[in-house]
């Protein structure tokens, strides 16, 4: 029997495959909407609660990675919060994304992306449903056969425009090892990250073949990033004060 290690490998490079066989095509209108959005006014605010909070701050100050997302941090979600467990709770409260998306100032041109591997819980779903009220068009991020799975109400992908499928399993874990009755080696993270990263490359491929300026990051930690960073962050400043932390 190959080990734990080469068997998540496996169950990880079927879920990259099955992305870039079913995905392409969501990810070139998603793309399109963003290239839309960062063309006029807009910025792509960025939700999701727990882990997957990090596939939103993947997208956020970073090298190569736009200036345009606005992560919309809730301390009662995120995994710093103690005692930990208490953020599973919190992201099934009714109403709750309706007060947290009431604090974010969002302009007409503006999309929102919403990360939820199950697509579930009350808070991402309720974001997207509150996003939409507001005239937001929403990207969801997701897993569309763990979604499906069990009984629940409304689900993410029923109320998005968008839908990226991460193709990962019910349960999200990959690797069944011998005597214990859960699996082991979550896929979401990186898949969901492979999907966005390519969204997020097309976005400046479209702008840059618009004749667009494309403002993304530079490293900070090379030569003339961090003089470079400060010259965009100026120009544009009005859009930035839209984006937490600028």
Same mark, same amino acid.
């Given at each position: ?57 993947? %997208?956020?100050?970073? &090298?190569?990675? !736009? ?6 941090? #809730?301390?009662?979600?995120? /995994? *710093? ?54 005239? %937001?068009?929403?990207? &969801?991020?997701? !897993? ?6 069990? #009984?629940?109400?409304?689900? /993410? *992908? ?89």
């Amino acid at each position: 029997m190959t080990s734990a290690q080469h068997r998540y490998f496996e169950g990880l490079d079927a879920c990259l495959d099955k992305i870039r066989r079913t995905q392409r095509d969501v990810i070139e209108d998603a793309a399109r909407r963003l290239a839309d959005a960062f063309s006029g006014r807009g910025i792509l605010h960025a939700f999701g609660c727990g882990h997957s909070g990090l596939l939103v701050q993947d %997208l956020y100050y970073r &090298a190569g990675g !736009s200036m345009l997302v606005n992560p919309i941090f #809730a301390h009662d979600l995120m /995994l *710093h919060h103690r005692p930990v467990w208490l953020t599973s709770h919190f992201e099934r409260l009714e109403g709750y994304a309706r007060t947290l998306l009431e604090g974010v100032t969002i302009d007409p041109e503006d999309v929102l992306l919403v990360v939820s591997t199950s697509g579930k819980n009350a808070v991402p779903v309720g974001m997207a449903l509150a996003a939409r009220e507001r005239g %937001l068009p929403v990207i &969801a991020l997701t !897993s569309v056969i763990y979604a499906e799975t069990g #009984a629940t109400s409304t689900r /993410l *992908h029923e109320v998005a425009d968008v839908v990226l499928d991460n193709g990962c399993v019910a349960g999200d874990a990959v690797v069944s090892v011998d005597g214990l009755d859960q699996k082991v080696g979550a896929a979401s993270t990186v898949a969901g990250s492979y999907i966005l990263q390519a969204m997020m490359a097309r976005v400046a491929e479209l702008l840059a073949e618009r004749g667009a300026e494309v403002p993304i990051f530079y490293s900070g930690n090379l030569s003339d990033g961090s003089e470079k960073n400060e010259q965009l962050m100026e120009k544009y400043r009005e859009r930035l004060k839209r984006c937490t932390g600028f």
